[in-house]
């Protein structure tokens, strides 16, 4: 086998991370030829996680006493997870594994430290998606020209209280910092339908996809809004921030964001507190926001395409219901119609529009975006 390596890989799967927590090699001990988890992980019995490495398998059984359902959001998408009792998975890890697989894998790693340059000469952002200060380090070994989408909700999530200013201000600096004037979009608070934080004490709502969310819990809760944007302002004389709002709908909305971000830098200003440049976007995730685009587009430098919400909203398919799985197809023509739109209307008005659903990363689709235009993936 591959050593202790493996372990990474296998336990950034979904079945094993736990709100982020990522199990890591450093987690996993050897003892007498097994391998042993050293740690607690929420949910399961050390004693029931059982890891076989055997002739380049590497088999986790883990069982779980409870049987329930779980939604996690991973890398850039939320995954769905039902869990039965005992599970089982089983990995590669061996010598063995098809030469076309390690050929790619060899082509990928001398793309590092290339321009992101298409043959004809296009330039195209390659962008990483982060959920917290840790996936940092993956973004740099993978040598990602920026951060095009950082889930600031984590900070939320992993929390039992508002997380504040401080804490934040040292999480957005970190990440700008170690960034080194790559550039950080951080988005603001996406909590609500499927991300439930328990001090928020948010309503039961019949269909919290579809309800108090995001921006709108921003833009009625002020006073967290506004922590967190004096945090990302004061984390942006440290890097290349830019901050970009979710599930906008209305170009009031986004004037009112403005205002609220105006206030507070003339406030740092007042108190002598620095802040840098940061470019403000939004994100294009309702088709409401889609068929205002051109005017969306007078109001911020970019856009930042939620293919996953879009989807969801275009075709009105939960994307939290399994049963709906085989319906769900971000690959729709109206879904590729829209993506145009927001680039022709986006850079009509010098708005520079990018990807950061699940869809920026299909290869299937990477050349007809570029035909498109796209600016982000
Ligand atoms: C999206 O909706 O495409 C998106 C990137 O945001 P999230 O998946 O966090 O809702
Ligand atoms: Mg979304």
């Not at 997380?163 to 040292?170: C, G, S």
């Not at 819990?217 to 944007?229: E, P």
């Not at 939004?282 to 911020?300: F, G, N, Q, Y």
């Not at 970019?302 to 989807?311: C, E, K, M, Y």
Request: with cysteine; aromatic share 8%.
């Amino acid at each position: 086998g591959n050593g202790l390596d493996i372990f990474d890989e296998v336990f950034n799967e979904p079945f094993f991370t736990k709100k982020e927590n990522k199990l890591m090699k450093t987690d996993v001990r050897e003892k007498d030829g097994n391998y042993v988890l050293d740690i607690d992980l929420p949910g399961y019995n050390k004693e029931d996680i059982k890891i076989d490495l055997t002739d380049g398998y590497l088999t986790v059984t883990a069982k779980r006493e409870e049987h329930k359902e779980e939604n996690e959001h991973h890398g850039n998408y939320i995954h769905k997870e039902r869990f039965f009792g005992e599970c089982s998975r089983s990995y590669y890890a061996g010598e063995n594994v098809k030469e076309e697989d390690i050929k790619a894998r060899e082509l990928l790693q001398e793309l590092k430290g290339k321009e992101d340059v298409t043959v004809d000469g296009k330039h195209i952002k390659l962008y990483a998606n982060i959920g917290g200060v840790k996936d940092v380090a993956s973004v740099l070994a993978n040598d990602a020209a920026g951060i095009g989408l950082f889930r600031s909700e984590f900070l939320y999530l992993e929390a039992d209280n508002y997380p504040d200013e401080e804490a934040q201000f040292q999480a957005y600096k970190t990440v700008a910092e170690n960034m080194a004037g790559k550039k950080v979009i951080v988005r603001t608070l996406d909590i609500g339908a499927d991300k439930q934080v328990d001090y928020f004490n948010l309503d039961h709502e019949e269909n919290p996809a579809m309800g108090y969310r995001a921006i709108r819990i921003c833009l009625d809760r002020r006073d967290i809004f506004r922590t967190q944007l004096r945090a990302l302002l004061r984390a942006s004389a440290y890097g290349n921030i830019g901050i970009m709002y979710p599930m906008i709908i209305s170009v009031d909305e986004v004037k009112e964001i403005k205002k609220i971000v105006e206030s507070i830098k003339a406030e740092l200003t007042e108190k002598g507190i620095e802040y840098g440049e940061v470019e403000q976007g939004i994100m294009i995730e309702t088709p409401a926001a889609v068929m205002i685009s051109d005017l969306l587009a007078k109001e911020v430098d970019f856009f930042s395409i939620g293919t996953n919400d879009l989807t969801q909203y275009t075709l009105a398919i939960d994307r939290q219901n399994e049963a709906l799985d085989a319906f769900y197809n971000p690959h729709h023509e109206a879904i590729l119609r829209m993506i145009r739109m927001v680039i022709d209307n986006g850079h009509k008005e010098n708005c520079w529009v990018g990807i950061c659903g699940e869809l920026g990363s299909d290869t299937a689709l990477t050349k007809q975006f570029i035909e498109m235009g796209i600016d982000e993936l």
